[in-house]
């Protein structure tokens, strides 16, 4: 499952930092590669040491993270929802990724101009939400118009329901809020909503770019943001993004290391925001394990085992019969499948079990 989260931001409030950031974590460890697609797009793993340990036990030939893209969309500007700069292909570069970084500048520096003056990140924030909700209020309005005739005249339950839904999101949208805030009553609901695809409605992280002073606890301005997404569904990290694309130039790790300990941080800003991603977008990874590989898969919360299966290949999927599962623990605890094994701790499951974060799985298939 391919992962790609848009890294958004006016200008000047660290964006590119970030990403040079994220594309110098290739110098970090084995666990952390990073490779170029195109000039602003980047491929970079999933940090998980529970791999190296499986991998400590099984000495596989290879290990196979799971991965993330991490795409530099292009700058925005006011008006971008109509067009102006290069809005456009901002807004359909972002429509093609799972969340948004938001990155918002956090620190003061009079060598760093900030492109409306002065240092204010819940007003940066609210620019791009707003031509956001522009770009989403076109897509509703065409969509009610679509479906209002039938839902007032007609009996067409599935277009009473499409209005009911599209009209609490134009009311959001219509109060400056974005789409992601509205609640709603019932899965349907949720289903419709969710097949809009609109912008506003991404999972979202707000990235606080700030000094060095601040990278453990924040500032003034990152409580303002605080303050100022309270009611989103939305995660809040703090990165010195500047600091840490330098740190993560120094080829030895621990000396990396020794200064991210030194700037109070226990791991870098990237491992941080795959985990943050990972937690917002309600991911998990399950484990295969061989002598040939040890590899992770990404699958949602709550999927059960013939999806997961189906992550590998859609033949597994198609041709489920059982699945093999030992828990993390177990594994490390006694040291290999067949000692799992032995003591009674893997279980046979069918298709209404539902993967746990860690399981180290094994398909059992025929198509």
Partial sequence: MALQCGIVGLPNVGKSTLFNCLSNAKAQAANFPFCTIEPNVGVIT????????????????????????????????????????????????????DAIL???????????????????????????????????????E?????VEKQAKTGGDKDAKLAFHVYSKIKEALLRGESARTVEFDTK??????????????????YVCNVDESSAVNGNKYVDQVREAVKNENAEILIVAAKIESEIAEFDNYEERQ?????????????????????????????????????????????WKAPQCAGVIHTDFEKGFIRAEVIK?????????????????????EGKDYIVQDGDIMHFRFNV
């Fill in 46 to 97: 999933v940090p998980d040491e529970r791999l190296n340990k499986i991998a400590e036990l099984v000495k596989p030939q290879r290990i196979l993270p799971t991965t993330v893209e991490i795409v530099d969309i292009a700058g925005l500007v006011k008006g971008a929802s109509k067009g102006e700069g290069l809005g456009n292909k901002f807004l359909a570069n972002i429509r093609e990724t």
């Fill in 102 to 140: 938001h990155v918002l500048r956090c620190f003061d520096d009079e060598n760093v101009t900030h492109v409306d003056g002065t240092v204010d990140p819940v007003r940066d924030k609210e620019i791009i939400d707003a031509e956001l909700q522009l770009k989403d209020l076109e897509t509703i």
């Fill in 188 to 205: 349907d609901e949720a289903k419709a909503a969710n097949d809009l695809y609109l912008l506003t409605s991404k999972p979202i992280m």
């Fill in 258 to 302: 020794m200064f991210l300990n030194e700037l109070g941080l226990e791991e870098s800003g990237v491992s941080r925001l795959i985990k943050s991603a990972y937690r917002l977008l309600n991911l998990k990874t399950f484990i295969t394990a061989g002598v040939q590989e040890v590899r992770a898969w990404t699958f949602h919360d709550g």
């Fill in 142 to 146: 065409s969509r009610i118009s679509r």
């Fill in 328 to 348: 993390y623990e177990d594994f490390i605890t006694y040291g290999s499948e067949n000692a799992v094994k032995e003591a009674g701790k893997m279980s046979v």
